[in-house]
């Protein structure tokens, strides 16, 4: 008896030392400020569960001896609604109530611009660790809200190692405009640098970042530096069941992880933290978050109530519930190809303002709808947009009148450079280099909201670039290349395109600014239409390989008149 008691005890001593070399780490990404739910299933997500699973978690690791660390990789701010309760700043402290230990900023974390996110971190001082390597300000610029909260990396001392987590996000041209006074600083040179510095200065046992960067992304960073052991990342939202792993400038392999978007899952990661070893993955999974398992903690439902009262009060309860419409069609956004949702959207901007043609980016949508009733606050909540917190209504719509010569370089411009972009009221043909015109059909989601299973952009448009633009036309018509044509443009793309380039700038110098926001615009369209319907998807696409009513003619595997450009990666 005496034996198999100390037998036990040897066991118990043995499993709790292999715990305590152990390490959780728990981490989620693009919440989007979905509080109470993802934006594909009313039954998925929600802060307040996610929180309960969090928690959950953290004790299941305890009660084995094992210490946890609570992580997110960006973009939790703006993307719903909840974002304008109380000019940002609930969907800013909820990740304080969350109980993370660090967290990166992402691109839809600094939308606002750079003065509004220092007197946001200067209100609200997060009880996180802030993280943004890359993200610097000028010498000379006065943020002492960003100086003081955001950090290039932060050190823990867990599982008896010493852990270093850097922060690194997206430097894209689409989103890095909109940080004045500074610079967002290549990952991949940022990273390489800041882990020798890391591990001159504070000889870690283990050099871990916290991306905002998306996996290709990631990848072309772990590529170009040395030194990091994991990459818990974000920014592509990308449900990774298991990790991805990619080789570092010495040709060691890093893994990936990272765990979907708006709270569907969280990520559950135990590794092997043994000094002077390398870092190992024990298990990876990612936990789904389902409402019909999940209770709700009680302290961040009761923060999302006082939230939801917050808005409500901005814009009335019942203005928000009315319903406005009806869609026969589940409304998707582009993710990688056209869809009837990102064509009708498209089509609302350019009707608002009777331009002639329209741009539009799927980056910036947000809710898909299911079938069934449409409320005004499903309206915006499916295009979640404000750069000022003064302007309830979100962006605006403006319109400029441009040269058909400068339209179709434009065309052929973003094209080249695989920008995301949607077009209403111009058409184009693509041809590949024996002059035959490419059939893109892959471009199109169905009806019913599946996705095609061929890829055709990634033959086509999305790697090789072995294509060229014919045939422009606006409104069924060839180009006139000294005819100027009405051109509407939302709020992200023309404050975003003033930002990024000298050329935008001439280009849309006599900009006008109406009075009618993308909101507007959407419920203007949808009180004339009544009820979104299969017809009107259809409508897109001519079997017979006749003209469409606009001047396209189409062919039977041809998407239609309406062209879309689409990236590399989601949003």
Do not use: C
């Not at 909840?82 to 691109?107: E, H, L, R």
């Not at 092997?272 to 993955?281: A, F, T």
């Not at 024996?434 to 055709?456: A, L, R, S």
């Not at 606006?474 to 023309?494: D, P, T």
């Amino acid at each position: 008896m005496i034996l198999r008691e100390l037998l036990l005890i040897v066991l118990l001593l043995v499993s709790s030392n292999s715990f305590a070399e152990r390490l959780q780490i728990i981490h989620t990404n693009d919440l989007h400020g979905f509080f109470d739910h993802s934006v594909y299933n009313r039954d998925v997500g929600g802060y307040a569960r996610v929180k309960t699973v969090i928690d959950r978690l953290k004790t299941q690791a305890a009660s084995e001896g094992m210490e946890s660390l609570v992580v997110d990789g960006g973009d939790f701010m703006e993307g719903n609604l909840y974002y304008m309760a109380n000019k940002g700043a609930k969907t800013f402290n909820i990740m304080s109530a969350m109980g993370y230990d660090a967290v990166v900023i992402g691109n839809h974390d600094f939308l606002m611009g750079t003065k509004n996110l220092n007197e946001l971190l200067k209100e609200n001082p997060p009880k996180f660790d802030y993280l943004g390597a890359n993200f610097k300000l000028d010498t000379t610029a006065l943020y002492t809200g960003i100086r003081k909260n955001v950090k290039d990396y932060v050190i823990y001392e867990k599982a008896g190692a010493k852990i270093a987590l850097m922060g690194l996000t997206t430097d894209e041209l689409f989103y890095a405009w909109a940080f004045k006074h500074g610079k967002i600083r290549k990952p991949g040179k940022t990273a390489d640098k800041i882990a020798k510095r890391i591990r001159e200065n504070d000889n870690p046992d283990f050099v871990i970042a916290l991306t905002h960067l998306g996996t290709r992304k990631d990848e072309k960073m772990i590529n170009k530096s040395a030194g990091i052991d994991l990459v818990v990342g974000g920014h592509s939202h990308q449900a990774l069941f298991n990790p991805l792993y990619f080789p570092n400038k010495n040709g060691v392999e890093v893994p990936v992880v990272q765990a979907g978007s708006h709270g569907k899952f969280v990520g559950k990661l135990i590794i092997e933290v043994i000094p002077g070893k390398p870092l190992k993955i024990i298990s990876y999974d990612l936990i789904p978050v389902r409402h019909s398992k999940e209770k709700e903690d009680e302290v961040v439902a009761d923060f999302i109530r006082r939230s939801r009262d917050k808005i409500n009060n901005l814009y009335g309860e019942e203005w928000l519930n009315e319903v406005v419409g009806f869609t026969e069609i589940p409304l998707i956004h582009s993710g990688w190809r056209m869809t009837p949702w990102t064509a009708w959207i498209t089509d609302a901007v350019r009707e608002a303002v009777d331009a002639d043609i329209s741009f539009h980016s799927p980056n910036f949508g947000g809710s898909n709808l299911a079938v069934g009733r449409i409320t005004r606050e499903d309206l915006f909540n499916t295009h979640p947009r404000a750069f000022d917190h003064k302007e309830k209504l979100g962006w605006s719509i403006y319109s400029v009148d441009i040269y058909g010569v400068v339209i179709k370089s434009v065309v052929r411009l973003v094209l080249k450079t695989q920008q995301p972009l949607a077009f209403s009221g111009i058409t184009f043909d693509l041809v590949d280099k024996k002059n035959n015109i490419v059939y893109t059909n892959g471009q199109w989601t169905g009806v019913d909201g599946t996705d095609p299973k061929e890829d055709v952009f990634n033959k086509y448009l999305g790697i090789d670039g072995k294509f060229r633009v014919k045939n422009i036309k606006i409104n069924g018509q060839k180009v006139s290349s000294f005819k100027k044509y009405r051109v509407a443009l939302n709020e992200g793309i023309v404050v975003g395109g003033l930002g990024i380039s000298s050329v935008v700038k001439f280009l849309l110098r006599k900009i006008t600014k109406s009075e009618i926001s993308v909101w507007q615009a959407l419920i203007k369209k949808i009180d004339r239409e009544g009820i979104i319907t299969r017809d009107y998807a259809k409508n897109y696409l001519n079997k017979n390989g006749k003209p469409d009513g606009r001047g396209q003619k189409t062919d039977k595997n041809s998407g239609g008149p309406y062209q879309f450009i689409p990236y590399t990666h989601k949003r």
